[in-house]
């Protein structure tokens, strides 16, 4: 099927945003996670702009959104982190990523795109979206 793309593959992501304080709803963004079926690929990247978020709120516990921003990582990854997650395929962890949740670290709407390079394409992403 990639033939019909050039090459390419379909690929999904969400961008991570940090919302230190719900009811203001006010955010940041800090990371992508991205997803490739065709590749079995799922991978987050994150970047915390700390004087932003203190900006936003001078009383957030960074250390516990680092926390999450780094669990979200180590989900996509497999890790220890991933808990029962570990054992799903990429398309499941994805999946359960961008679920809704009311957390600090929040996943936005899901977007899709073509891409070569599923890795390469979760870096420009960060660029381009968060940093």
């Keep these: 099927m990639s033939g019909l793309h050039n090459g390419r593959d379909v690929f999904?992501?969400?961008?991570l945003k940090v919302v230190p304080r719900v009811e203001r709803g006010e955010m940041i963004n800090a990371g992508?996670?991205?997803y490739c079926h065709a590749k079995g690929f799922v991978e987050a990247r994150t970047y915390l702009d700390e004087a932003r978020l203190l900006a936003l709120d001078p009383t957030?516990?960074?250390g516990g959104v680092r926390a999450a921003l780094g669990a979200?990582?180590?989900?996509?990854?497999?890790?220890e982190q991933a808990?029962?997650?570990?054992?799903?395929?990429?398309g499941r962890r994805f999946r359960w990523l961008i679920a809704p949740r009311?957390?600090?670290?929040?996943?936005?709407?899901?977007?899709?795109?073509?891409?070569?390079?599923?890795?390469?394409?979760?870096?420009?992403?960060l660029e381009l979206l968060v940093r």
């Design 32 to 34: 992508v996670v991205v």
């Design 72 to 79: 979200v990582e180590g989900i996509c990854h497999g890790g």
């Design 60 to 62: 957030v516990d960074v």
């Design 12 to 15: 999904e992501y969400a961008v």
């Design 102 to 125: 009311s957390t600090i670290v929040q996943p936005g709407p899901v977007h899709t795109g073509l891409t070569a390079d599923p890795t390469a394409e979760a870096e420009r992403l």
């Design 83 to 90: 808990g029962q997650a570990a054992g799903d395929d990429a």
